[in-house]
């Protein structure tokens, strides 16, 4: 038995709607195409905006810390002058406590002298009293 082939017309309509579809499938993969390459577009521009503003936060954070080392290193210095500055005070009263310390202990020396003095004094007015008899 032979089967019947297809009108030539449904053959020609059949390849027209496949013609069709394809159409359709290339007008919607070039649309696609074309929301791809915009939305391509819009992360580059994104990321270009991204870049631009982690430079712009990296420069202002590299001039921070700059600022802040100027301040550091200047503190430093100061507080090193005014550490030398006390040290060499307290080395001066060191010296004027040294002093004083002599100045003290001459003192204390005279002191004793005059009251070795004064007890002798005493004790010769006592035995002179009781030499006279009296």
Do not use: C, Y
Not at 38 to 43: F, V
Not at 50 to 57: G, H, K, L, M, N
Not at 101 to 106: G, T
């Amino acid at each position: 038995m032979q089967t019947m082939a297809p009108p030539e017309d449904a053959l020609t309509e059949r390849l027209a709607r496949l013609d069709e579809r394809f159409d359709r499938t290339d007008e919607r993969i070039a649309d696609v195409d074309g929301r791809v390459a915009e939305l391509a577009k819009d992360t580059s521009r994104r990321f270009d905006e991204v870049d631009r503003r982690i430079t712009v936060s990296g420069e202002e954070t590299n001039r921070r810390l700059t600022e802040v080392d100027r301040r550091i290193s200047e503190s430093k210095e100061d507080s090193d002058r005014r550490f030398k500055e006390v040290n060499r005070r307290i080395d001066e009263n060191t010296e004027e406590v040294k002093g004083l310390r002599i100045e003290m202990n001459a003192l204390q020396a005279t002191f004793q002298r005059g009251n070795f003095a004064l007890v002798a004094a005493v004790l010769g007015v006592i035995a002179a009293i009781l030499a006279k008899g009296g």
